[in-house]
Every structure is written in structure tokens, then in C-alpha cells.
T-cell receptor
């Protein structure tokens, strides 16, 4: 399975600003996925990022709020735009392989 | 949509065996995975069942019954380090033929000495 480097690991941001989270994979992967996890809660899929095409968003998530880039097979970014305190959460990227996912280490975002 | 149910919390003693159940509903079921997550850490892959039956990986085993929409994770010879949250996740073939994973709410396992 792949190894994913995710950064930043944590950030405290002012409301109304934007934060871009980066994930670098150590091998080429077709599909990458972005999740959100509230502390102590489950993982909610935000979107699927496929290289060369627009991301596919899950119900309740929109591109204007969470724009995603996937410029090549080893890299993806998620931007959390116009942040509000409700966006405070852990954001995780993942890459799929044969039977499962490998996750990045997560970004703990606090919006104040 | 997808729905998964698993117990919220389980407590067991060191050396014991514990089973964490997961029932699911999804339209494009492809398989069931299990992940472990320690506090403050990222989820790590434990096992995957694409077919009915039992998959064994060391102390951990996972079972799937597609006809019952049911699976479980079995942890044997429990150790203190097994205290963590365990998530089942269905692999679902979505609209564009992407295999996406949707996660259950997680089971917090407390291992006591």
C-alpha cells in the first residue's frame, strides 16, 4: 500500500479565511479521497478526486466550499474556503489500493 | 445511500476474545473493510472481505455474510494496545464506477488489565 504525507498537521484559522491541505503519495494512485472526521465521530466522505477530471462530491458538500485539485497521480489538495467555526474538524486524505485505503495523518483544523 | 451499524463501545480484559459486529445497507456493495484508529491517530487498515467467509490475519479475523449484510471483526488474545476505535466500512461502487468506502460510526474498544 502507499504512504501518504499530509500537511499541515494542524492549524488555527480565522473565520472567513481559507486553508489548503496537501497530500503527497509515494506512488501513483488512481483514486484519492477526502474525508472529514469530527473528534470521536465517524469519517464522512467529502469527495473523490480522480486525476484529469473534476472531483466528485458527496451530498452536502460543494465545490465552492471544498475545491479540490488533483494535478497528477501522486498529489492532491483540498481547500476549506470561507471558514466558519462549524468547519472545525479533522480532515483526512486517503488513497485506494486493492482492498482498502491508506490514510494521511490528518489535519486538525480549528476555526476561531 | 449507505447505512452501517456497529456497537458504540465494548469493554474486555487482556487475553480475552472480543467480537465487533457490523450490519450494513448499501445498493452497490462490493466488500467490507475494518480499520483501527487510536486516539489522535489516523485510521489504519486491518482487513477486507470481498467474499463470504472468514479472513485471518494474525490475532485479528474478519467475517462477512453478504446474504445477511453482516460482518464482524474478531480480536483474539487482547492486548492493552488494542484499545482503540474500530470502524467497519463498506466498499460501494458508486455512480461513476468508483469504489468508495463509507464508514460506520465506530466501536470504542476498552481493554482492561
Amino acid at each position: 500500500s502507499a504512504v501518504i504525507s499530509q500537511k499541515p498537521s494542524r492549524d488555527i484559522c480565522q473565520r472567513g479565511t481559507s486553508l489548503t491541505i496537501q497530500c503527497q503519495v509515494d506512488s501513483q494512485v488512481t483514486m484519492m479521497f477526502w474525508y472529514r472526521q469530527q473528534p470521536g465521530q465517524s469519517l464522512t466522505l467529502i469527495a473523490t478526486a480522480n486525476q484529469g477530471s473534476e472531483a466528485t462530491y458527496e451530498s452536502g458538500f460543494v465545490i465552492d466550499k471544498f475545491p479540490i485539485s488533483r494535478p497528477n497521480l501522486t498529489f492532491s489538495t483540498l481547500t476549506v474556503s470561507n471558514m466558519s467555526p462549524e468547519d472545525s474538524s479533522i480532515y483526512l486524505c486517503s488513497a485506494s489500493w486493492a482492498d482498502g485505503y491508506t490514510f494521511g495523518s490528518g489535519t486538525r483544523l480549528t476555526v476561531v | 445511500g449507505q447505512s452501517l451499524e456497529q456497537p458504540s463501545e465494548v469493554t474486555a480484559v487482556e487475553g480475552a476474545i472480543v467480537q465487533i459486529n457490523c450490519t450494513y445497507q448499501t445498493s452497490g456493495f462490493y466488500g467490507l473493510s475494518w480499520y483501527q484508529q487510536h486516539d489522535g491517530g489516523a485510521p489504519t487498515f486491518l482487513s477486507y472481505n470481498g467474499l463470504d467467509g472468514l479472513e485471518e490475519t494474525g490475532r485479528f479475523s474478519s467475517f462477512l455474510s453478504r446474504s445477511d449484510s453482516y460482518g464482524y471483526l474478531l480480536l483474539q488474545e487482547l492486548q492493552m494496545k488494542d484499545s482503540a476505535s474500530y470502524f467497519c466500512a463498506v466498499r460501494d461502487r458508486g455512480e461513476r464506477n468508483f469504489n468508495k468506502f463509507y464508514f460506520g460510526s465506530g466501536t470504542k474498544l476498552n481493554v482492561k488489565p
